[in-house]
């Protein structure tokens, strides 16, 4: 029978930006200081390495630079998970592996996809979480989500949770995402330890009533979202629900205006790093866009915008 309390990770666990200067190179100090921003505002742990990480504009070496230097700069401060999709079962087995190594607590993964047409049958992506499985040892998490094409069914993804050993959390972030989140955790039972949360917090509260024990959220405002997931892990749900209609709009231009570049414009504002850009060809956030995120979380006072000035 499933139980919340068995679960080793809860909580909110930010994707953590990648941070370029302006010619689109690493900057390794800001990246630093994102860091101890995200702690300092309540995050119980990090993600890195996620699509809102822009992983996809990052070569293998700068993946390699980033996992060592941000979990040596966390030292142990709060877990890590790190992303390590590749279509190939070898890579993501060596990204993995890397990431246990440094000191990761979990690694992420989706399904194995390449573009928008090259996917593999159940079969496959069966062999390659459980090829991943026998080489590590810290949990998987399965990132389910409409990026990789590829539909995973509550039975599939039940079944692997009950028979992979590190097969334990799943992040889920398609259409009815509750629903989901519900259904997989009456299949799956006692083998499902994470249900999670994803999208930006977007349905945060459905899934929270859903079963959800964990949230991956945008990296700017973890004291934001920290108010609706303690006030609701503590059994006071009106407080919860309140909190989350208080900081709904800035979730909302976080998931549908600001997107990836939404963590890292409020800590430019705030003095947290010195530059917003992502990395081309990646297109700039539009300053009338950024006016009106700037303008909405000035509205509730998150930390990101005081941390740094």
């Known amino acids: 029978m499933y139980s919340a309390s068995n679960a080793r990770y809860k909580g909110v666990f930010p994707v953590v930006p990648t941070t370029f200067n302006d010619a689109g190179e690493l900057d390794l100090e800001s990246q630093k ?59 993501t087995i060596a990204r993995s592996v890397q990431a246990q190594q440094l000191g990761a607590s979990m690694v992420m993964v989706m399904p194995p996809y390449h573009g928008a047409t090259i996917r593999v049958p159940e079969g496959q992506i069966y062999e390659y979480f459980a090829r991943l499985s026998d080489a590590i040892d810290i949990p998987i998490m399965i990132q389910d989500a409409p990026v990789s094409g590829t539909p995973l069914s509550v039975p599939f993804l039940a079944r692997m949770a009950q028979e992979i050993k590190q097969v334990s959390y799943f992040k889920i972030e398609t259409a009815g995402a509750a629903s989901k989140l519900r259904e997989l955790i009456r299949v799956g039972g006692a083998a499902i330890e994470g249900p999670w949360d994803g999208e930006e917090a977007i349905t945060l509260m459905p899934d929270l009533d859903a079963g959800a024990t964990g949230a991956m959220t945008g990296g700017a405002y973890p004291d934001g979202i920290r108010k609706i997931v303690d006030a609701y892990a503590a059994g006071r749900r009106e407080e919860a629900a309140a909190h989350y209609q208080q900081w709904l ?20 504002e705030g003095g947290v790093i010195a530059c917003e850009a992502g990395r081309h060809p990646f297109p700039a956030m539009h300053p009338d866009t950024r006016a009106g995120l700037i303008d909405t979380a000035k509205r509730l006072d998150p930390m990101v915008l005081r941390w740094g000035r």
Request: net charge neutral; charged share 20%.
């Open 33 to 91: 200081r994102c860091v101890d921003l995200m702690i300092d505002a309540g995050s119980t742990g990090l993600c890195i390495l996620a699509n809102f990480s822009e992983q996809f504009v990052l070569a293998d070496a700068e993946r390699e630079v980033l996992t060592k230097t941000i979990l040596a700069h966390v030292n142990g401060r709060v877990p890590v998970i790190v992303t390590t999709t590749h279509f190939s079962t070898q890579v």
């Open 249 to 268: 709009p800035l979730i909302n231009y976080e998931n549908r205006q600001g997107g990836i570049l939404t963590a890292k414009a409020l800590m430019k």
